[in-house]
């Protein structure tokens, strides 16, 4: 996740628009279950319809925090950025839709259960990346945890995110490899370390190519 323009870094923006997540592991699975229960409730064969990825639901982002485009006409989708949230998924989508934040991804994923939201349009420019060249050529999908807390990278969110980029790669032509799906941290200028190092991403890429 990444402000758009010079605003505070990622961590300070996450904490000034939601409260600081202190609960345990058991409670933020409890939040991520009712949330996914709450969105598959009345109206989710709307969304679904209105996702780009099927598995998904549709959550907008505030209009402000992405900008409208028409891609891959108007710029080649060439990357996928991987992120982890540093928030609960609760936390993190009220910042998503918080006009005032200037941050988006196209998609998160839950960690309790893999559940999906899509919060941008694949086709728009999200604003997670730090990076003007990157943001325009890439899809970002965060994941619900905290670097250092390894517990929060469950097989359901390894799974459901892998299948995701698999897709997306197949949608836009996308190599399946560590060249193309890269780290937040790896994108120029960033001064963020996620997914960090406990992050597996021999499993991960192993997941998106089937093998």
Excluded at 81 to 109: C, G, L, N, R, W
Aim: net charge negative.
């Amino acid at each position: 996740m990444e402000a758009h323009g010079r605003t505070p870094n990622r961590r300070t923006l996450l904490r000034s628009g939601a409260l600081i997540a202190t609960a345990s592991l058991g409670a933020a699975v409890t939040t991520a279950g009712a949330h996914a229960a709450d969105a598959t409730s009345t109206g989710t064969r709307g969304r679904r319809a209105a996702a780009d990825y099927p598995p998904t639901h549709w959550i907008p982002a505030s209009s402000s925090n992405y900008r409208v485009s028409d891609r891959p006409t108007s710029y080649p989708i060439e990357l996928v950025v991987i992120h982890v949230t540093q928030e609960t998924f609760q936390d993190a989508m009220k910042i998503f839709q918080d006009p005032a934040k200037q941050v988006s991804a196209h998609y998160m994923v839950a960690s309790a259960d893999g559940y999906i939201g899509q919060f941008v349009r694949e086709k728009d420019v999200a604003w997670h990346a730090g990076n003007t060249d990157y943001n325009n050529r890439s899809i970002g999908i965060e994941h619900e945890g905290w670097v250092d807390q390894p517990e929060w990278f469950t097989d359901a969110l390894y799974e459901s995110s892998a299948a995701l980029t698999a897709a997306v790669c197949d949608r836009f032509a996308i190599p399946k490899d560590r060249a193309h799906i890269i780290a937040h941290s790896e994108v120029p200028g960033s001064d963020h370390t996620d997914p960090g190092p406990l992050w597996d991403w021999d499993r991960y890429i192993d997941l998106v190519n089937g093998v």
